[in-house]
Nanobody, 120 residues
Framework: QVQLVESGGDSVQAGGPLRLSCPAS????????MGWFRQAPGKGREGVAS?????RTQYGDSVKGRFTISEGYLQMNSLKPEDTAMYYC????????????????????WGQGTQVTVSS
């Protein structure tokens, strides 16, 4: 059974780094495509990054050059107050298209979220 549990959320100063974790449980990274999403209060869910098992990645425009996705992790650098949100990892089985997606309805499995707060 696929289970996703995020950790690593914290309150940090603007400009600082933070790394979120989402270890594999009940599946292998080679068989699932992963994504990270976030949701700020009063806003819709936003796709942050996605990764295919072959290593290909995709990023949302607001985080390009600052965030890096890898198997089970999201490294966030140069954090800004507007990055404040609840962050969720998500997974979908390999097969079919698209290889990469920042669209939440493409993902079948979700974690409970971890809070990131960035102060100026």
């Amino acid at each position: 059974q696929v289970q996703l549990v995020e950790s690593g959320g914290d309150s940090v100063q603007a400009g600082g780094p933070l790394r979120l974790s989402c270890p594999a449980s009940g599946y292998t990274y080679s068989s699932y495509r992963m994504g990270w999403f976030r949701q700020a209060p009063g806003k819709g869910r936003e796709g942050v990054a996605s990764i295919n098992p072959d290593g290909r990645t995709q990023y949302g425009d607001s985080v390009k050059g600052r965030f890096t996705i890898s198997e089970g992790y999201l490294q966030m650098n140069s954090l800004k107050p507007e990055d404040t949100a609840m962050y969720y990892c998500a997974a979908r089985q390999c097969g079919g298209r698209p290889l990469l997606s920042l669209t939440d309805h493409e993902y079948a499995f979700w974690g409970q979220g971890t809070q990131v707060t960035v102060s100026s």
